[in-house]
């Protein structure tokens, strides 16, 4: 018996992992993707053939219901819309879904957090005032590579994952939900966010991806066999500090907003471990080098998402908070410029700032606040 109909929009590997996993847990899974050739091989086999972190078959088939081109047909009657989608064609598919949308389905965003409210925003400017729930995850669920036509590799579960909605107020609604989802015997523990800002600062790639795609530009460009930029000859501990400087940078926003903020070493663990009788959190070096990053080789060129999604729309949105709260953020902003030097290209102009997120910079504080929780100014 179906749990329900889950749509999954976009047939990247997070889509792939996203439907192959729904569907062996039982949901009525539709798949949506804008070019039909994506997902032709998975319609014509009925499914998603899951694969171990070494590419061998695991003998798991997540059942695919529904694989298709036609929008209206994936989303009709979903009661959750996920969208595992790089953040920079987020805009356009609120614009492709809004006129489909119905009554009280949860729009969920995976990959980087503060997505809903963009979607707002669009919906606004649409003129849709259907009651909706937008929410997003600060990151994908999994580490996962696209085999093909009809296969995906599942490298690890991301355990820890925070849920947020905008508005705030509907978080509960909105999580409740997504436990269903990502259940505890499949390893996830879920955090409610604060509002959508919190989800936007514990960008996790945003964070550690981008020190060390700057301070190996030359190996990367260079195509060295065997790079690993989780590797502990690539991400060593000067790296590591650029990353801690910038994470340091990020609690100081969150802190200005009144949100609860971990270190990234803490985000990472989630739970403190007990060696000698007291609460204990690894040194960030420690933490960040673990087994299941370190055997994902590469990348091999600049111009890669690590770059070109995780500053514009993971740096340039903390500089860009930093900027309207009065915080300081000069190591993101140093990265920031030193990436677009490597590139050769203007992520701030690009860039999601405060204003794509719908917020004005002329904001008070307490309208913000009032804003991020309730939809409202105060």
């Known amino acids: 018996m179906s749990k329900g109909k889950v749509a999954v929009l976009g047939a ?42 070494d590419s061998n078959p695991t003998g798991e088939f997540g059942p695919v219901a529904c694989a298709t081109d036609d929008i209206a047909e994936a989303v009709k009657g979903a009661k959750v819309i996920l969208n595992p989608i790089p953040y920079f064609v987020c805009e356009e598919y609120a614009r492709l879904v809004a006129p489909h949308l119905e009554e009280g389905q949860i729009v969920l965003y995976l990959g980087k957090g503060g997505a809903s409210l963009t979607w707002a925003r669009v919906l606004r400017e649409m003129g849709i005032e259907k009651k909706v729930y937008l929410a997003d995850c600060n990151t994908l669920p999994y580490g ?13 579960r991301t355990q820890n994952l925070i849920i947020a909605t905008f508005p705030g107020v509907d978080v509960d609604h909105v999580i409740s939900v997504a436990k269903e ?48 930029l989780f590797g502990k000859t690539e991400n060593t501990p000067a790296v590591v500090r650029i990353i801690e400087k910038i994470d340091r940078e990020r609690m100081a926003i969150g802190e200005k907003l009144g949100l609860k ?33 370190e055997v994902c080789e590469g990348p091999f060129n600049l111009d ?22 009065g915080v300081p953020t000069p190591f993101t902003d140093a990265v920031i410029t030193l990436a677009e030097g490597l590139l ?15 917020i004005e910079p002329d904001w008070s504080l307490d309208e913000i606040k009032t804003y991020l929780h309730e939809g409202r100014r105060a």
């Not at 050769?344 to 719908?358: A, K, N, Q």
């Open 12 to 53: 990247g590997s997070g889509g792939f992992m996203s439907a192959a996993d729904f569907g062996m847990m039982g949901y009525e899974v539709a798949l949506f993707s804008r070019n039909i050739d994506k997902v032709a091989g998975v319609k014509a086999k009925g499914g998603i053939e899951i694969l171990d972190i």
């Open 304 to 325: 890669v998402r690590h770059l070109t999604e995780d500053v514009p729309y993971g740096l340039v949105t903390f500089s860009s908070l930093g900027k309207l709260l």
């Open 344 to 358: 050769d290209r203007d992520f701030r102009s690009i860039g999601r700032t405060v204003e794509v997120l719908g």
């Open 144 to 156: 996962t590579s696209r085999k093909g036509d009809t296969q995906v590799r599942l490298e690890n």
């Open 261 to 293: 903020q971990y270190t990234l070493e803490e985000e990472i663990m989630m739970v403190k471990w007990n060696p000698n009788g007291e609460d204990y959190v690894l040194p960030l070096y420690d933490a960040i080098h673990t087994p299941f990053l």
């Open 181 to 228: 989802l990502y259940p505890p015997e499949h390893g996830y523990t879920l955090r409610a966010g604060q509002n959508a800002i919190d989800s936007i600062l514990v960008d996790y790639n945003a964070i550690t991806h981008t020190p060390p795609m700057v301070c190996n530009a030359a190996k990367i460009e260079q195509g060295t066999p065997g790079f690993c």
